[in-house]
């Protein structure tokens, strides 16, 4: 494999043909494949201002608002869905929003999100979407708990952050050392009005049933809390540091631009992964790809599930 580092520059590559014994983790993070239809929007990035009241970057347009059934009174909020249009891309993209006029099933995605999946001017496509984890960047990579503005230990209001699989359940353990389960609000909040004595101890659940306990946890409003855990579990994965390569070479030819990738002969499927491992672009029957939305770092892009190539993105 290559690193490549240079923008506008014609390459002819030696790839290595890989074939693999990755781990594949099959457990779904939901219910499997959902069908809609996909439409743009604005997006709120910049804000807090989507129904989950989750801070996005300004620099962040892959978010999407979700249909308010399958948003499912805020439980999807902070989750990942990969959403696939009828062209054969795809793209991995956080629930920040809610779309109420939208049908079960349909997802709106930021504008600049629909335009890696199709032609903006389509306006409206049919959509097949699922669960996945959600790829987390190094320097971030743990939950974080948010108390809101007012919180006491008489009315306790808290938001998780930052998280991999979407949260079932979230509960605190009383004086009597019980768990009590805190109610979840449509605006993303657990909220017990009753408050909760700090420091207090927690108790989340994710969809997948993976639960972690948070110690010692000080209400402020200022500041939130770092709890240094994050869930395992997986879905639908392929972890990359898991492949055993045997080599056979291939001339392939690529040409590697500032914002996209254009290979001599379309691929019949790519993927684009990060150092982690999580995948974060795909599509199908094409010898272009975009990149633009690729922040600066290290990626693995993979032609025909078997000819991967390293390359650095600027």
């Not at 540091?241 to 996209?260: H, K």
Request: aromatic fraction near 10%; hydrophobic fraction near 35%; charge should be negative.
């Amino acid at each position: 494999m290559f690193l490549l580092k240079k923008s506008r520059l014609l390459l002819k590559l030696v790839i290595a043909l890989f074939f693999t014994n990755a781990v594949i983790q099959a457990q779904n993070c939901s219910d499997g494949i959902h069908k809609g239809e996909g439409t743009f929007y604005g997006g709120v990035a910049g804000s807090s201002g989507g129904n989950c009241g989750l801070p996005v970057p300004a620099d962040d347009f892959l978010h999407c608002a979700l249909n308010t059934i399958d948003y499912n009174g805020s439980e999807a909020c902070g989750a990942c869905i990969e959403v696939e249009g009828t062209k054969g891309k795809s793209i991995v993209l956080k629930v920040v929003d809610r779309c109420p006029e939208c049908k079960e099933g349909d997802v709106d995605l930021h504008e600049d999100a629909f335009a890696l999946i199709d032609d903006p001017i389509s306006g409206r496509i049919p959509i097949t979407w699922k669960y996945v984890s959600c790829p987390l960047k190094n320097d971030n990579k743990f939950i974080h708990i948010n108390f809101k503005s007012g919180s006491t230990k008489y009315w306790t209001a808290i938001q998780l952050r930052n998280i991999t699989q979407a949260i079932k359940t979230l509960e605190y353990k009383d004086a009597s050392g019980s768990w009590v389960a805190i109610n979840r609000v449509l605006f993303n909040f657990f909220i017990e009005t009753k408050g909760i004595d700090t420091p207090m101890t927690l108790r989340v659940t994710s969809v997948l049933g993976e639960q972690l306990l948070f110690d010692n946890v000080d209400i402020d409003v200022d500041n939130d809390f770092n709890t240094n855990q994050q869930f395992e579990n997986l879905c639908d994965e392929v972890v990359l540091s898991n492949f055993q390569p045997t080599y056979t070479e291939q001339i392939v030819q690529a040409t590697f631009l500032e914002n996209e990738i254009k290979l001599d002969i379309p691929s019949q499927e790519w993927e684009i992964y990060d150092m982690s491992g999580k995948k974060v672009s795909s599509g199908k029957q094409s010898n272009r790809i975009d990149i633009y939305f690729l922040s600066k770092g290290i990626y693995f892009l993979r032609v025909d599930m078997h000819k991967t190539i390293k390359f650095y993105k600027d």
